[in-house]
């Protein structure tokens, strides 16, 4: 048991199985989500559930926000409350995807109330997450990571110190979101092309696993194809933001990004069709019904 006092705001998948991990390894955590069921997972393995950020962060060394974008992560620490409630010196670790200017804006704004700020995205998926086994690409001030090590400790296997500037981490993260939203798009292709050849896409998935032509995300996401069903690990909703923060990245250093390109293009068809809140593999259907090739569990 350590005295350090934590708070995850955001218990969605990642955030869920971070404030696990750190309630397993007996550091006090308290969770605040606006969905009640992961608090009650959270208050069965040993937390505290909050009902508001203000609430939330009281007594908190460390924040942890697992929240979907700045904009939602400004509401909710600076107009929600949860800065002003804070402690000065809580260390505030911030963990969404997003573009590196509001990363460092953000961070100097927490500075200004007498914070610390870690620009710390994460990346590993749901399981990893609750083994407490994600990576985490972190920039930030040396005493803010020595004041909460036993927390990342906790919930990653690696933290990958990035230099003491936020922004950073979230570079580090685009580049992260690009591989890993052309891999989904990629398998989804190689998948569709695979049924409409006529193989059995379960043999496609143990094949190629062993191969060359195998990626994480083709062996993390590929078997949804393969059973047919798309229970979201990370929805098509969060690569269209992703890929969008990565293309406008991208435009602005004026580098060509044509296969993020054509993923982003992708994502969008997906959502517009409805599937936004699908797994990402999900953009396999689309694919599937261009090419006229019938996927499993689509209607015979």
């Known amino acids: 048991m350590t005295d350090l006092a934590t708070t995850v705001i955001g218990l969605?998948?990642?955030g869920l199985g971070a404030a696990l991990s750190l309630a397993r390894a007996g550091i006090p955590v308290t969770g605040l989500d606006l969905d009640p069921q992961p608090g009650r997972d959270l208050a069965a393995a040993g937390g505290r559930v909050a009902?508001?950020?203000a609430e939330a962060v009281q007594d908190s060394d460390a924040v942890f926000v697992f929240l979907v974008d700045a904009a939602q992560t400004r509401r909710v620490l600076f107009q929600g409350g949860a800065v002003a409630?804070?402690?000065p010196g809580t260390v505030f670790v911030l963990c969404p995807t997003m573009p590196?200017?509001?990363a460092v804006?953000?961070?100097a704004d927490l500075t200004t109330a007498g914070m610390f700020a870690i620009d710390a995205p994460v990346s590993g998926g749901a399981a990893k997450a609750r083994e407490g086994a994600i990576s985490i690409m972190a920039s930030g001030p040396e005493q803010a990571f020595r004041r909460i090590q036993p927390a990342l400790d906790a919930i990653a296997a690696r933290v990958f110190r990035l230099g003491e500037e936020p922004g950073a981490g979230s570079?580090?993260?685009?580049i992260n979101q690009l591989l890993a939203g052309v891999h989904i798009a990629a398998m989804a292709e190689a998948m569709v092309l695979a049924a409409k050849s006529g193989l059995d896409l379960a043999t496609v998935q143990d094949v190629i696993a062993e191969c060359a032509g195998n990626s994480w995300m083709f062996q993390n996401r590929g078997p949804q194809v393969v059973r047919g069903d798309y229970t979201p690990f990370s929805a098509v909703d969060i690569f269209v933001k992703d890929l969008g923060i990565v293309t406008d990245a991208a435009q602005a250093l004026d580098t060509p990004t044509p296969l993020a390109t054509a993923a982003l293009a992708l994502y969008r068809e997906a959502a517009q069709a409805g599937l936004g809140r699908q797994a990402d593999?999900?953009?396999a259907r689309i694919l599937a019904r261009k090419a006229k090739a019938r996927l499993p569990g689509d209607p015979a």
């Open 105 to 107: 804006a953000i961070a």
């Open 85 to 87: 409630a804070a402690r």
């Open 12 to 14: 969605g998948s990642m």
């Open 171 to 174: 570079r580090m993260k685009l």
């Open 100 to 102: 590196p200017d509001d």
């Open 51 to 53: 009902t508001t950020p």
């Open 281 to 283: 593999a999900s953009v």
